[in-house]
């Protein structure tokens, strides 16, 4: 069960200046950049408006990765998405993410990483129903 955060979200702003002052990093400022742990499946819960009328999308969703390969709640923003409801949709779903932190010299830091997110009519036989 991702953490709930209790931290007000953070701005882009707030996140530019974490990056400036080397407390969290992009991926090109890293020996190894963080990456998608694949034993943990995000199952981002397909918006039934859209799952009715057939309609694919994508959503790219930014957050913070901590040393320990989870999501910072209160970093998470939609940085694109096709459709406000596949944005909603995948921040819903980005919590539940885990990643194998990024190392710099070494050592796991906090990474900021962009997630793209897909949402697929022709898989919906076969995809995950809302409960």
Do not use: C, W
């Not at 702003?13 to 002052?21: M, Q, R, T, V």
């Not at 194998?100 to 990474?111: D, K, N, S, T």
């Amino acid at each position: 069960q991702p953490r709930k955060s209790k931290r007000k979200p953070v701005t882009a702003e707030e996140l530019n200046k974490l990056i400036a002052s080397a407390t969290v990093y992009t991926a090109d400022q890293v020996d190894q950049p963080a990456r998608a742990d694949s034993t943990v499946m995000l199952e981002p819960i397909y918006p039934d408006s859209l799952k009715a009328a057939h309609t694919s999308g994508t959503a790219i969703v930014e957050f913070v990765v901590d040393t320990e390969g989870r999501v910072e709640t209160e970093t998470i923003s939609v940085v694109v998405a096709s459709h406000p409801a596949f944005a909603r949709a995948a921040r819903d779903a980005a919590p539940s993410a885990r990643f194998i932190p990024a190392l710099h010299q070494g050592h796991p830091v906090r990474q900021v990483v962009q997630l793209p997110v897909q949402f697929e009519a022709s898989n919906l036989a076969r995809g995950r129903k809302e409960e």
